[in-house]
Every structure is written in C-alpha cells, then in structure tokens.
C-alpha cells in the first residue's frame, strides 16, 4: 500500500497534472458517450480544422480573415459539390456493378482453384476445393445482398444524408469565422491555472496539424495517381479501386496490404495471367514505393516519429473505441499520449520515499549504498 501512496505522490500531487487529467478524461468520455450524437459537430470541427490551415496561409500573405474564409469556405463548397454530384454516383454506380458481377468471378475463380488437384493431388482435393468456394459464394452473396439493400432511397439513410449535406458545411462556415471567440468562450469556463494542459496542447497542436493535413494531401495524391493510372491501363472500377487505394493510407502498414487484394483480383478477372494483369500490379507497386519513400518523408517530415508497433497499436485501440474516426487519428491521438507522457511532471517523493525505497536518501545524498555499508563495518 504504501507504493502506492508513493506512486500517487510522485505523480499526482501537481494540481496541474489534475486538471490536465480531468480535461483529458472529460473529452474522452464526451466523444464515448455522447459521439453518436455529435457526429456532426465532430465532422465539422475535424473539417474546420483542416480548413484554418489554409484561411491562416492566405491570412499571412495580408488577406483579411474573413475574406480568407469566404475563399477557403467557397473552395470546400465546390470540392463537396463534386463528391456529391460525380464522386459518389461513379462508386455507386461501380459497387452495384461489382456485386452483379461477382457470381461470375467466383465460377471463373472455382474453374481455376479446381486445377489445383490435378497439378497437386498430394496436398488438395477436389472435394476441399468445393467445400471452400461454397462457403465463400455464401458469404459473398448475403454481404451482396446486404450492400445492395442499402438504399439511399429509406427514410433514415435521406434524413441522415441531408443533415450532414446542410448542417455539416454551416457548422465549418461558423467554426472558420468565429473560432477565436469560441476559443475564448471555452477558455472562459476552464481552470485559470492550466499551465501543463496548454504545454501538451502547444506541441500536440502542431503534431496533429501537420498529420491530419499532410494525410489529406496524401489521401487525394495517392487516390488521384491511382485513379490516372488505372484508366490509362484500362483497368475497370478505376474509380472505386482508386478511391481504395486513397483511403488506405489511412491505415499505415496494413491498408496498402489490405488495397492490394482488390486491384490484383479485378486485374485477375478481367486480365487472367496475361503481361497486363502483371504491368497493373508493377505499376501499384510502383505508387506504394514513391508514398513511402518520397511523399511520406515529404509531408510528415516535422511529425513525431512512432515506433511501428506504437502505431498498429494504436490502430487497434482507437479504431475499436471510435471506428473510423479512430482509425484515422490513431496516430494523432498516440501522438497525444506521447506528449502527455513526456510533460506529466516527475517530483521527488517528499515523505514516505526512504520506508519505500531505502537506497534513495543516501542516493541523493550523494552516498552509494556500497559506501555506507563499508563505513558502518569500518566502525
């Protein structure tokens, strides 16, 4: 009991390291509780805050802030507007396409796993092979079924796409115009002495901006090399498999893995084993290398390097408590936690130390625990 006590007054007898605790616990439990709710005040501040970067470029090239937001806001409306109106219809219109599609590619997928058998009898049999397309033509086709349900046509799935179409771009508008106000307003009702907390959030702040803004770049970059590529090939659903391969950069390590499957199984069906599925897949790879290599170092040079298993870690947690939302700030939130760690205070244990820890007194003293115990045995 008494490490314990230990333990609390070395790391929590700061009241700043109570209120940077509470503030982080509150946040948290807002977006657990309270997220499904929210979820467009979310998108909207998440938006917002992509969006400030470039109304405070244009603001220090002498623009005037609310001339900077009306271009910056305008800009957003467009890109919207081109999402709605000919993003979204090109990945409808490709996934009911696929799913159409997909009893033929599993017969075509059978006909060739069926030639295993024959060319090696010893590890696979015929009856192995049926069983296994069986189960994936079931599976596949109750996931087909459900996707094509899924009709923007319901009551619920219009209600919920027309207050993110209008209340989602009102809420930036007002998030980029009076965010200084509304920082104010917050500040007003938060502890006056949270010097540690706005320690944290300075050097966060700048981790998570040059993240989030340097994975969007990333995100149309890498999305839109693809979508030109693959149809120079001629490589069908270009659109949906670009959109793909965009969103996998999201995920670090696993999404280009994940991306890999779709582009190489459509380069297979309608190529077969021919020199074009094989120039489809050299040219995919070529895309994933220049991300690492050179687009990655390039954007996210000034961000916090993460160990590899900090990151899938990360993934894991965040992605299981928020879904998408963590997916994506998974690194900025582990980001966040690295800073909490390297700001969290470390006092010596005033009392209580010695009892807990004996060598720590003659430590400090200057004294090694070797040294005492020659000088008691000298007397």
Do not use: C
């Amino acid at each position: 009991m008494e490490i314990v006590r230990a333990w609390f007054r070395r790391y929590m007898s700061d009241p700043q390291v109570v209120i940077l605790g509470l503030l982080l616990l509150s946040g948290f439990a807002i977006v657990l509780i309270m997220g499904n709710m929210l979820a467009p005040v979310i998108a909207a501040v998440v938006i917002a805050y992509l969006l400030d970067g470039l109304v405070s470029w244009l603001n220090q090239h002498r623009l005037p802030r609310s001339l900077a937001v009306t271009i910056v806001f305008l800009a957003f409306m467009v890109f919207l507007f081109f999402a709605l109106f000919w993003l979204l219809p090109r990945l409808s219109h490709q996934v009911t396409q696929l799913f159409q599609q997909l009893p033929d590619m599993i017969s075509r997928g059978q006909q060739a796993l069926l030639q295993l058998p024959e060319r090696y009898p010893a590890f696979v049999t015929e009856a192995q092979v049926r069983d296994v397309m069986a189960a994936v033509r079931a599976e596949i086709g109750g996931y087909g079924q459900r996707v094509l349900s899924m009709s923007l046509a319901s009551l619920m799935g219009l209600m919920t796409l027309l207050v993110y179409v209008i209340l989602v771009p009102v809420l930036v508008f007002f998030f980029l115009k009076d965010k200084e106000g509304m920082m104010r307003w917050m500040g007003s009702y938060l502890p006056a002495e949270r010097k540690l907390a706005m320690q944290v959030w300075a050097d966060v702040n700048v981790q998570i901006a040059n993240y989030v803004r340097g994975k969007v770049w990333e995100i149309f970059i890498v999305g839109g090399v693809s979508y030109a590529t693959f149809t120079f090939m001629g490589l069908g659903y270009a659109v949906l498999l670009s959109t793909l391969v965009g969103l996998s950069v999201i995920i670090p390590y696993i999404g280009a893995a994940v991306a890999t499957v779709p582009v190489a199984m459509i380069a297979y069906f309608q190529w077969g084993w021919t020199a074009s599925f094989g120039y489809v897949l050299i040219a995919y790879g070529v895309i994933q290398a220049l991300d690492g290599n050179v687009l990655v170092p390039l954007l996210f040079s000034e961000v916090v390097n993460l160990h590899p298993v900090a990151i899938i870690v990360a993934v894991l947690v965040f992605g299981g408590v928020w879904g998408f939302w963590g997916v994506f700030f998974a690194i900025p939130l582990a980001t966040l936690v690295q800073a909490v760690l390297k700001a969290w205070p470390k006092k010596e244990i005033i009392t209580g130390e010695d009892d807990a820890f004996p060598n720590a007194a003659t430590e400090r003293a200057g004294v090694s625990p070797g040294a005492q115990e020659r000088g008691a045995n000298a007397q």
